[in-house]
């Protein structure tokens, strides 16, 4: 008998309920959590993969596939024009390329994108929570975290990051915090429209770097990728947007749902205030692995026949890889749905695993380690105050618009 399970179900798009992380198809899944099957929009069949010690194994296997393939697991029916602009775009996308050219670009960002070059942005980092937190004390309580640090930090991080002149950087934060925002406060006309003026604005601005080099993560990749000829202006300019986007939601909500989870659980606050630099490395995991319930499901497709702990994945069918569920999974965590910051959650799987781990993730890790020491150590009275306006959850996103807080 083989650990695997068929099933006629509907395919996972989005949570329902929170802070649990279970679709009512991940509630199918059996004890132990054998791979099993489901039915794409499309028709065509894929795994879910919902085991810690399964995805890790999965993600680092070669066999499997980012690039667009026919049967490749789409999560929601699509029109065929949106499914052709993908495949377009998939060549100049490193999150969309598989080895051997993956490899080649990815070493293309990657010098600057190490501990060594996120430590570089520390003093700066500090410098922009203060100003933000200095004018949040200012306005006096009750305060948004979201509107006065959690959206502005990190975009401002980005614009360091990237060297994008600070009269031009208004441009950036603007929209990208449209991009991220809820539908309680953007319609999809907004969000589509400020899409259109960062690409304008990363054309124009690829432009500008290719005729005068910068020494920043932006200037450095462009010119790198000049001498290899990898990407035509447009490529550069979708893979611009990635480099500076891609992380952009991710850290926002860790920085408002790790206040959130730390002042619900005032022991491990006061615990973590009794031992910031021994606990806070800690910590920071631990909202990682937490959370890691929201992001996105992970896709592949097999290029060849797979087989995984008796299970035969046909070349071609696709796997879903539900790492929120693979860092709640009790073989491998005790008492996973308990938020723990005494536990050890470094090998959590919010930044993925394999070739493909996030490229951003020291820099995320430094902003929300800083965001939160700033927060517990400035603001010994720290609460939540109560709002009308819930978390809400999309495509299996919970973008934070609000957090209310008070000191």
Same mark, same amino acid.
């Given at each position: 008998m ?9 395919? &996972? ?6 802070p649990?992380p279970?679709?009512?198809?991940y509630d ?7 791979l099993?099957q489901?039915t794409?929009?499309s ?12 995805i890790?194994r999965l993600l680092?296997?070669?066999r499997?596939? @980012?690039? &667009?393939?026919?049967?490749?697991p789409?999560?929601f ?6 499914l ?5 775009d998939?060549?100049n996308?490193l999150?969309t ?5 993956h490899?080649r670009?990815? #070493?293309m960002?990657l010098p ?5 070059a996120?430590?570089?942005?520390? &003093?700066k980092?500090q410098?922009l929570? %203060?100003?933000?937190? +200095?004018?949040m004390?200012?306005?006096g309580?009750p305060?948004d ?10 975009? #401002?991080v980005?614009?360091e990051?990237?060297g ?5 950087r208004?441009?950036?934060t603007r929209n990208?915090a449209?991009?991220v ?6 319609t999809m006309? #907004?969000?589509?429209a400020?899409?259109e003026e ?6 124009a601005l ?6 005068s080099?910068?020494?920043d ?9 000049g001498?290899?000829?990898e990407f035509d202006?447009h ?12 992380g952009? $939601?991710?850290?926002?909500?860790r920085?408002?749902?790790g206040?959130?989870?730390?002042? $619900?659980? &005032?022991g491990?606050l006061a ?13 920071v995991d ?6 890691s319930?929201v +992001?996105?499901?992970?896709?592949? @497709?097999?290029?060849?026949? @797979?087989e995984?702990d008796g ?5 071609g069918?696709?796997?879903? @890889?539900?790492?929120?569920l693979g860092?709640? %999974? ?6 996973p749905?308990?938020? %723990?910051?005494?536990?050890d959650?470094? %090998?959590h ?7 493909h781990?996030c490229?951003? #993730?020291?820099?995320a890790?430094?902003?929300?380690e800083?965001?939160l020491?700033?927060l517990?150590e400035?603001?010994p009275?720290l609460?939540?105050? $109560?709002?009308?306006?819930?978390i809400e959850?999309?495509?299996g996103l919970?973008p934070?618009h609000k ?5």
């Open positions: 083989t650990d695997a399970e068929t099933r006629m179900a509907t395919c &996972p798009v989005a949570p329902h309920g929170w649990n279970l679709l009512p198809e199918q899944l059996p004890e132990g959590r054998p099993t489901v794409m929009p028709g065509s069949t894929a795994w879910l993969v919902a085991r810690h010690d399964q890790q680092a296997d070669d499997f596939s @980012v690039e &667009p393939h026919p049967t490749f789409i999560r029916p699509a029109p065929q024009e949106l052709d602009m993908i495949a377009r998939a060549k996308l999150v390329m598989d080895p051997p050219r490899t670009v990815r #070493q960002a600057d994108f190490t501990i060594k996120a430590e570089k942005l520390r &003093p980092m410098e929570i %203060d100003y933000y937190l +200095d004018k004390e200012a306005e309580a305060a975290l979201v509107q006065a640090l959690a959206l502005p930090f990190p975009a #401002q980005i614009c990051l990237a994008i002149p600070e009269n031009d208004e441009i950036f990208a449209i991009m925002g809820t539908r309680h406060s953007y006309e #907004q969000k589509l400020a899409n960062l690409m304008k604005y990363f054309a690829v432009t500008e770097k290719q005729g080099p910068t020494d993560m932006l200037g450095n990749f462009i010119a790198r990728a001498r290899t000829g202006h490529g550069l300019t979708l893979m611009t947007k990635m480099l500076l986007l891609a952009y $939601e991710f850290i926002v909500n920085i408002a749902l206040i959130q989870s730390l002042v $619900e659980n &005032p491990q615990a973590l205030r009794a031992d910031i630099p021994g606990l806070m490395p800690k910590t631990e909202v990682l692995r937490y959370y319930l +992001d996105e499901i992970i896709a592949r @497709v097999a290029l060849e026949d @797979v995984i299970v035969t994945i046909r070349a069918e696709g796997i879903l @890889v539900l790492k929120g860092d709640r %999974d009790p073989a491998k965590y005790t008492d749905d308990v938020f %723990d910051i005494h536990r959650s470094r %090998d799987l919010a930044f993925g695993y394999g070739v781990q490229l951003g #993730q020291h820099v890790r430094l902003m929300l800083m965001c020491t700033s517990v400035r603001f009275g609460r939540l105050v $109560e709002s009308d306006e819930p959850l999309v495509d919970p934070v957090l209310t807080i008070g000191w």
